[in-house]
């Protein structure tokens, strides 16, 4: 059981480029999340999902994109990345309570 | 004592001291509340939660308790040890679909 798992861990991507973050669970979760968080904050929510086809906007959803074509993965892409999306983005899931995955670090240059 | 930092508040106890983490949430409709510690360079992981139909729940070494009347969470951490240094998030959610996060206070803990 590895819970939440992400790839990749850490990614440099110039302005413009494009990219697809993915994030695992092996719990049978049915909601999975994508947060960012920033230096000194704390998360924030980009996009969720409720279900197998499924996706909702959070907080944070310009410039992003999800999909969850299975249930066991949801993920988050950047169509057009700008320096403003260097993060740290964190991928959840759970039944009750969240459960995180490691993280990963994005650097847009 | 408590500060205010450039990025996050630090509490600064002494080994073996109790240490007491304050947060306070915005959604009165909000009826699940959750404490995570982040270490550096991890994901947060879960410390634990109350409903709000409860103002106290203890786990081990950690309490939580919840003031619904002024909005706030405090998370109380028995013989703190230098293995809790990190920062410590609390989350807020209205029927389990959203999770909003406090800003984190850092926790650190002196030999």
New interface residues.
């Given amino acids: 059981n590895a819970g939440?798992t992400q790839t990749p861990k850490f990614r440099v991507l110039k302005t413009g480029q494009s990219m697809t973050l993915l994030c695992a669970q092996d719990m049978n979760h049915e909601?999975m999340?994508w947060?960012r968080q920033d230096?000194?904050?704390?998360?924030?929510?980009i996009h969720?999902s409720?279900g197998e086809g499924t996706t909702a906007k959070?907080e944070v959803p310009d410039g992003y994109n999800v999909s969850r074509l299975k249930k066991q993965n949801f993920l988050l892409g950047l169509e057009s990345a700008a320096p403003s999306q260097t993060s740290v983005y964190?991928c959840?899931s759970?039944s009750?309570?969240?459960?995180?995955?490691?993280?990963t670090r994005l650097l847009v240059l | 004592g408590e500060s205010v930092g450039?990025?996050?508040p630090t509490l600064s106890v002494q080994e073996g001291d109790n240490s007491i983490i304050n947060c306070a949430y915005s959604n009165s409709a909000s009826d699940y509340f959750?404490w995570?510690k982040q270490e550096s360079?991890?994901?947060?992981?879960?410390i634990i939660?109350i409903r709000s139909n409860m103002d106290k729940r203890q786990g081990q070494r950690v309490t939580v308790l919840l003031n619904k009347t002024v909005k706030h969470l405090s998370l109380q951490i028995a013989a703190t040890q230098p293995g809790d240094s990190a920062v410590y998030?609390c989350?807020e959610s209205d029927y389990?679909?959203?999770?909003?996060?406090?800003?984190?206070t850092r926790l650190s803990v002196l030999p």
């Fill in positions: 939440v909601y999340y947060y230096p000194g904050m704390g998360l924030r929510l969720y409720v959070g964190f959840a759970r009750e309570t969240q459960y995180f995955g490691p993280g | 450039l990025h996050l959750i995570y360079g991890k994901g947060p992981q879960f939660d998030f989350a389990g679909q959203n999770f909003v996060f406090g800003p984190g």
